[in-house]
């Protein structure tokens, strides 16, 4: 049996998306402020450390820097599905197929630009 296909956003499911957008936006920029000491370059101080503990805190600082950008590549989404939300353009519907989104996959990942079909046939490719 296959799933019904789905429907536009309400007009109350809009403003609740718009607010779920709004706060996650607010939390990214708060976790990049965050993350920004940590992602700086190690130094190495006057005391000698060891080879293994400097090894370790350069992969620790790149693993931060690497979640800095996903981020920030995050909190890109979220800006322009907000733009697309407050100007009633396409927010909720699929930028590849056109076809909306359903409210589900809003709610949990409000910033998506596809539906979990298009998103699918996306990671198959990769």
């Keep these: 049996m296959s799933t019904p296909p789905p429907e536009d956003l309400t007009a109350a499911q809009q403003t609740e998306l718009r607010a779920d957008l709004r706060a996650l936006e607010v939390e990214l920029e708060a976790q990049l402020e965050a993350g920004r000491d940590g992602a700086r370059p190690v130094t190495l101080d006057q005391q000698a450390i060891g ?11 790149q693993m931060l820097s690497e979640g800095l950008r996903r981020t920030r590549r995050r909190l890109d ?10 100007v009633g353009d396409d927010y909720g519907q699929c930028s590849r197929c056109e076809e909306p989104i359903g409210y ?23």
């Design 51 to 61: 080879r293994v503990s400097r090894i370790d805190a350069i992969q620790q600082q």
């Design 104 to 126: 589900p996959r809003l709610k949990a990942r409000p910033e998506t630009p596809t539906c979990l079909s298009c998103q699918s046939a996306l990671e198959r490719r990769a």
């Design 77 to 86: 989404q979220v800006r322009r599905a907000l733009r697309r939300a407050e």
